[in-house]
Structure formats: structure tokens, C-alpha cells
């Protein structure tokens, strides 16, 4: 049996500013490395980490460093980590997109399921690219506690998988906010969820409110 822990970045400039990062790098703004840090202090509290991976975009890797460092381990870059590729959408502010992308747009409200950025990749991809990225590194680490630091559509498609649905209910799944934590287990194959949206660990720390389109 593995456990996966699966960590949304911080709050982002992206987020910050409200535009449309997909693989675009972001910089975490001061409150998401207080976050990060207040995510490695819970998680060295009450965890034991074995392996730590993370996106190679830098909101990503940013996040997982201060849990690198309490628990001294390398952080190992993984693309297939990566938020969803966004097209013409990269670095396009949220509120142009209705006016300039409206067909591809209106799915994001309307059925997430079958979403697609415009020159870019599907919800569907990124659900396909997730659940295959995760299910290798938790093979890869059969035994161990692992953490995945990554953005917020490839750990909504595992939660969702998780929760045992297919993409097509994807937008009945919760969504993991800013330094969220979300543990799985993966055993005989089957991923089940242990515990999800943990959010203690920043209570006290500043945020604001945040949409699903806050990627």
C-alpha cells in the first residue's frame, strides 16, 4: 500500500492577479510561502514523507521546498505534474476570457467535464495525464508516503478518481484550495481517498476567497 499525498501550490501571482497561469510560471506571492511553509510544518508534524515530487513549473516546486527541507529530501521535478496547458489562454487575465474565447469559455461554467482551453488541452487530458502520472510514481513507491506538490486541476481529477468517478463527474468533485492536502491510498491498483481538503494547517493565515477558475 502507498500513500499519496497530493499538496496544491500556494497562492500564486497568478492567482493574485487573477490570470490564467496553466504553464505559464507563476511566483508564489509572500502569503503562498507562508502557506507552503505552514503546509510543511503539519505535515512534518503529523507525517512521515518518504519521496517528494512536484511539478516543474516554479508555484510548484516553491510549495514543496520548505518540506523538502524539514524533511531533508530531495524534490524530484515531474511534468507530468503540470497544470493544464492552456493554449491562448496563457497569461490572459479571467475576465477576458468570456469575450474572447466564449464557446470554449462557457464549458468552464457550464460542464467542466468536456472543458477544453482554446489551443490547448481538454479536462479530459488532463484527468487522463494525472491519473497515469500518479498511479506510476505510487507503483514506483509501493510501501511508502509519498508527496506530490501540483496545481489545482490534476489534484481535482485525482480526487475525483479517488472518489470513484470518471471525468464526467468532475464538477461534482470538491476542489482543493491554495496549500490544500488531499491523502489517497493506493492499493491492488485502486486509489481510495483517506482524507481530503485539509485545511488546519492554515488557520490564521490570510486568504482570500477562491473561485474554481483560479488555476
Known amino acids: 500500500m502507498t500513500r499519496v499525498i497530493l499538496m496544491r501550490h500556494g497562492q500564486s501571482e497568478a492567482?493574485?492577479?487573477?490570470?490564467?497561469?496553466?504553464?505559464?510560471d507563476a511566483h508564489l506571492t509572500e502569503l503562498g510561502q507562508h502557506q507552503a511553509k505552514a503546509a510543511a510544518a503539519y505535515l512534518f508534524a503529523h507525517e512521515q514523507i518518504d519521496v517528494i515530487y512536484a511539478s516543474d513549473l516554479t508555484r510548484a516546486m516553491d510549495?514543496?521546498?520548505?518540506?523538502?527541507?524539514?524533511?531533508?529530501?530531495?524534490?524530484i521535478p515531474e511534468k507530468g505534474l503540470r497544470e493544464i496547458f492552456a493554449g491562448d489562454w496563457e497569461g490572459v487575465p479571467f475576465s477576458l476570457l468570456d469575450t474572447r474565447f466564449g464557446a470554449d469559455r462557457a464549458l468552464w461554467h457550464t460542464d467542466l467535464a468536456h472543458a477544453r482551453c482554446t489551443g490547448g488541452e481538454t479536462?479530459?487530458?488532463?484527468?487522463?495525464?494525472?491519473?497515469a502520472t500518479v498511479t506510476r510514481v505510487a507503483r514506483e513507491n509501493d510501501g511508502k508516503t509519498i508527496l506530490l506538490a501540483t496545481h489545482w486541476t490534476p489534484?481535482?481529477?485525482m480526487v475525483c478518481h479517488a472518489m470513484g468517478y470518471g471525468v464526467d463527474r468532475i464538477g461534482e468533485?470538491?476542489?482543493?484550495?491554495?496549500?490544500?492536502?488531499q491523502i489517497l491510498r493506493f492499493e491492488d491498483g485502486i486509489f481510495r481517498p483517506e482524507a481530503?481538503?485539509?485545511?488546519?494547517?492554515?488557520?490564521?493565515i490570510a486568504s482570500h476567497?477562491?473561485?474554481?477558475i483560479h488555476i
Open 196 to 204: 481530503l481538503n485539509i485545511l488546519s494547517h492554515l488557520d490564521g
Open 63 to 75: 510549495t514543496a521546498r520548505p518540506t523538502a527541507m524539514a524533511f531533508s529530501l530531495p524534490i
Open 173 to 181: 468533485c470538491p476542489e482543493p484550495m491554495n496549500a490544500s492536502l
Open 155 to 157: 489534484v481535482l481529477a
Open 209 to 212: 476567497p477562491q473561485k474554481r
Open 15 to 24: 492567482n493574485l492577479a487573477r490570470w490564467f497561469a496553466g504553464h505559464t
Open 123 to 131: 479536462i479530459a487530458q488532463v484527468f487522463d495525464r494525472a491519473v
